[in-house]
Structure formats: C-alpha cells, structure tokens
C-alpha cells in the first residue's frame, strides 16, 4: 500500500501541532489537572473555614477574664512569637479541638488589629 508523499509532514504537524496547543492550554490557556484543582478545591476550602472562624476566635478573645492581660503580652511581641502566643491563648483553638489552629490564629492576630491599623 502507498501512501502520498504528503502523509508523512501532515503527521509531524499534527504531532507538534498537538503538543503545541497541549503547552499553550496548560500555560495560557487555564486548563489544570485534576490534581492542581483539587489541591486549588481543599486550599480555597481550607481558607474559606478559617476566615468563617475569625469572629469565633474574637468572641472567645472578648469574654476571656484575661484579656488585657494576654493582649498587652501580645502587643509586646511580634512575628512568629505573637503567633505562637496568640495559640498559647487557647483563643485560635476551634470549638470542639484540643489543638489551635496556626492559620487561624494569624487570621484573629489580623482581626484584632493589634498594631492599630
């Protein structure tokens, strides 16, 4: 059987014609695997709860009898100690857990607006 002598550059171009909008869809294009979209999901999800626990973190911060004096410890430090103070106040621990939440307690150091802005 013949083949015309066309057939074999039409095959490469679809090839790398193929690759080429494969490279440009996955970098321009938008297109993701469902890996990195799921991954996005559970990110998107995971920040979602956290700013939906903020007001929590700052009621249990408004009726602790403690308050100023865990605030004024708070505003004497800065960076990572804040936010290892701020889990030591058991305000960053959601209802229901035994252990604080670093993401939140960074999200309730931000709602307390301790550096007055």
């Known amino acids: 059987m013949t083949f015309p002598e066309w057939t074999k550059p039409g095959i490469y171009g679809a090839l790398v014609g193929a690759i080429a909008v494969s490279i440009l869809g996955f970098t321009w294009g938008g297109w993701t695997t469902s890996s990195s979209a799921q991954t996005m999901a559970q990110n998107l999800a995971s920040e979602e709860v956290t700013s939906a626990m903020v007001p929590v973190c700052l009621d249990i911060s408004a009726t602790d009898p403690e308050r100023a004096e865990k605030l004024a410890a708070l ?10 103070a701020m889990l030591e106040t058991g305000w960053a ?25």
């Open 93 to 117: 621990t959601p209802p229901g857990s035994d252990a604080p939440d670093r993401d939140l307690a960074v999200a309730c150091l931000a709602g307390l607006a301790l550096d007055g802005s």
């Open 75 to 84: 505003q004497d430090l800065s960076g990572f100690g804040r936010r290892n």
